[in-house]
């Protein structure tokens, strides 16, 4: 069973908003940098936004200020906020847990599908 569970994904019109869930083990989730990466039409894996155990946040310049990453210490979980979703931003949306440097992991959840269509 993959340690990396996602949820949320699903189907909007274009200017919608939705909200992704990515929970991981305790021992993972505390010295990971928790980051979404998502596969398009048109581009491969690309990089979408990570949050590191400090907290400290990075955004990928083509979703800043859509987009927010936050981290949920309480419930070891990930959640990525997509608002004013673009039919460019259809695709399928991947959850990675980096232990690095704190450890030798690299996890990566089954991905879950967003869809944005008139």
């Known amino acids: 069973q993959a340690p990396l569970m996602e949820s949320g994904g699903g189907e909007v019109q274009p200017g919608g908003s939705l909200t992704l869930t990515c929970a991981a083990p305790?021992?993972?989730?505390?010295?990971?940098?928790m980051g979404w990466y998502r596969q398009t039409r048109v581009k491969q894996r690309e990089w979408v936004a990570d949050?590191?155990?400090?907290?400290?946040?990075l955004y990928s310049l083509d979703i800043k200020s859509r987009f927010t990453i936050t981290r949920d210490n309480t419930e070891n979980a990930v959640r990525l906020r997509m608002t004013s979703l673009k039919p460019e931003d259809t695709g399928v949306y991947y959850c990675?847990?980096?232990?690095?440097?704190?450890?030798?992991?690299?996890?990566w959840g089954q991905g879950v599908q967003v869809t944005v269509s008139p």
């Open positions: 990675n847990a980096d232990e690095r440097p704190y450890g030798q992991g690299d996890y």
């Open positions: 305790t021992n993972i989730f505390t010295i990971s940098t």
């Open positions: 949050a590191a155990p400090d907290g400290r946040t």
